[in-house]
């Protein structure tokens, strides 16, 4: 493995493969800004025309625009508490209102490092640990990848907020949604009202714009008379490589993310999405400062970006070891190989290592651009977004929203949908509802709905496949203790008052 590197490098580092990354990286965090949009999106654009190209300037520019995308979703994020992808979630909890206190560009720069040391740490893993780690995933069958979702949905909505109650509301409500559509057992359609829109289900973007983009634009129209929060001047001043050291605390959070990231990652399915949520939890309950975190803590934002970007190359072992895409980008990236003739499997190792490493390192590089654009260019260019007054920044908020979302599917339905969820959104926040499980709710509900039925079929409707393999033991071990880690922290709470008393 180590000749294929050392041989491949030279080739990778050629002006056109490095142009093709710059380039790509640089598109990918204009994409991955603009909400609605993203890397799936770009790189499906963009297999068309990789035709005639070689294909290591092909994939060099998709492993751009995959990392690219991943650190754009981050800046909307920060500056307009609009996730520009569905991973960057996470980092509208403390980056948001880190941009209200006039601290934008501190937050972006944490968000910048951390996504590079994500996504270099995600590539290593990619590129030494691919063979092992593809045998792990193979370990994981239905019911266990059933009980991962569990898991997964279990932490955010327990742990998310003061109220643990209101978190499982908000799941639920994200459930409901996730079963509109074609069953894919059966076939049959489930709560589309005889309506064809409804038909391959809500789309997650429709829901993440509406949930996460409409609230605040209401509120910009609601308090159009306060003073807009000016990014500029002193707030914008400073080089993100004076800021690094800053930073170093948070090493403790930038492992835990990576690792997260990683193994989320190998999993097929479970997407950026879950890293960031479940390395945002693990984080906030190991911080001394936890009460902190929501109200603009810059660790928040490194464990979001940290794991979501940690979760780009290892989303890639299944996809390039077995040809199991666990992410519609791997996805994408496989069809890519296909174009230019290149099966992936374990194969593809052997059949075209110079292809297969030139990618890995690709992936490693585009990440060291971010350190280099996302963090200079990208955060003064978005920045002077604030500097709008509010009623004109809610009507762009609004046209991006719009714009966006039709262009998903060109179709007005999903524009209408997307307002319906933005007034849902709007009351739930009224009611002090956490947003995040409705979210993860509708990326997991499918996902473990789809593995449960599966596990049954497979064992002829017999249960106890879900709680007599070891791997599912020891998920549900966790997840039960998620279930009493409110219960525990409640009487922990108690008997502080009670001694304090």
């Known amino acids: 493995m180590l000749d294929q590197l050392l041989h491949v490098i030279p080739v990778v580092m050629q002006w056109q493969n490095f142009l093709s990354i710059l380039a790509g990286v640089i598109m990918g965090i204009f994409v991955g800004a603009m909400p609605g949009l993203g890397a799936t999106m770009a790189i499906s654009v963009l297999i068309p025309f990789t035709f005639g190209l070689d294909p290591l300037v092909a994939l060099g520019m998709m492993a751009g625009i995959y990392n690219g995308a991943m650190y754009g979703g981050s800046i909307s994020a920060v500056l307009l508490r609009i996730p520009g992808t569905p991973a960057a979630v996470a980092t509208c909890f403390d980056g948001y209102p880190m941009a209200l206190q006039g601290r934008a560009a501190e937050a972006l720069h944490v968000s910048v490092v951390s996504s590079?040391?994500?996504?270099?740490?995600?590539?290593?893993?990619?590129?030494?640990?691919?063979?092992?780690?593809?045998?792990?995933?193979?370990?994981?069958?239905?019911?266990?990848?059933?009980?991962?979702?569990v898991f997964g949905l279990a932490s955010i909505s327990l742990l998310m907020g003061k109220n643990p109650i209101k978190g499982l509301l908000s799941a639920c409500i994200g459930l409901i949604v996730s079963l509109v559509g074609a069953d894919e057992i059966t076939g049959y359609d489930r709560f589309t009202f005889d309506c064809l829109e409804l038909v391959d289900g809500i789309n997650i973007v429709v829901l993440l714009v509406g949930l996460y983009a409409l609230p605040p634009a209401i509120g910009l129209l609601e308090d159009a008379d306060l003073e807009m929060v000016v990014i500029g001047g002193k707030n914008l001043a400073g080089s993100l490589f004076k800021s690094i050291p800053k930073m170093l605390r948070f090493w403790k959070t930038w492992i835990r993310g990576s690792l997260i990231g990683i193994f989320i990652g190998i999993l097929p399915g479970a997407g950026g999405s879950l890293a960031a949520f479940l390395s945002y939890n693990e984080s906030k309950r190991a911080a001394k400062d936890s009460e902190t975190w929501g109200k603009g803590n810059p660790e928040g934002v490194a464990a979001a970006e940290v794991a979501n970007n940690a979760d780009t190359s290892a989303a890639m072992i299944p996809a390039l070891t077995l040809g199991i895409p666990g992410t519609p980008v791997a996805a994408?990236?496989?069809?890519?190989?296909?174009?230019?003739?290149?099966?992936?499997?374990?194969?593809?190792?052997?059949?075209?290592?110079?292809?297969?490493?030139?990618?890995?390192?690709?992936?490693?590089?585009?990440?060291?651009?971010?350190?280099?654009?996302?963090?200079?260019?990208?955060?003064?260019?978005?920045?002077?977004?604030?500097?709008?007054?509010?009623?004109?920044?809610?009507?762009?908020?609004?046209?991006?929203?719009?714009?966006?979302?039709?262009?998903?599917?060109?179709?007005?339905?999903?524009?209408?949908?997307?307002?319906?969820?933005?007034?849902?959104?709007?009351?739930?926040?009224?009611?002090?509802?956490?947003?995040?499980?409705?979210?993860?709710?509708?990326?997991?509900?499918?996902?473990?709905?789809?593995?449960?039925?599966?596990s049954l079929r497979l064992s002829r409707s017999d249960w106890s496949i879900l709680w007599t393999r070891p791997i599912c033991l020891i998920i549900i071990a966790l997840t039960v203790l998620v279930f009493l880690w409110p219960a525990v922290s409640a009487y922990r709470e108690k008997r502080k008052t009670r001694q304090s008393a």
């Open 332 to 454: 994408l990236v496989l069809g890519g190989l296909l174009i230019h003739g290149m099966q992936p499997g374990p194969m593809l190792f052997r059949e075209h290592p110079q292809v297969v490493y030139g990618f890995m390192v690709q992936l490693f590089l585009s990440a060291v651009m971010l350190l280099a654009f996302g963090g200079t260019f990208a955060t003064k260019t978005f920045a002077q977004v604030l500097r709008l007054p509010r009623p004109i920044l809610a009507a762009v908020v609004i046209s991006l929203m719009v714009i966006g979302v039709y262009a998903i599917n060109n179709r007005m339905f999903d524009v209408y949908l997307m307002f319906g969820f933005g007034l849902v959104g709007y009351w739930m926040e009224r009611l002090d509802i956490p947003l995040a499980p409705a979210v993860l709710g509708l990326i997991l509900g499918e996902y473990a709905e789809f593995n449960l039925r599966l």
């Open 116 to 149: 590079a040391i994500g996504g270099m740490v995600s590539a290593l893993s990619l590129i030494l640990l691919a063979p092992p780690l593809a045998r792990v995933t193979l370990a994981f069958g239905p019911p266990e990848v059933f009980w991962v979702a």
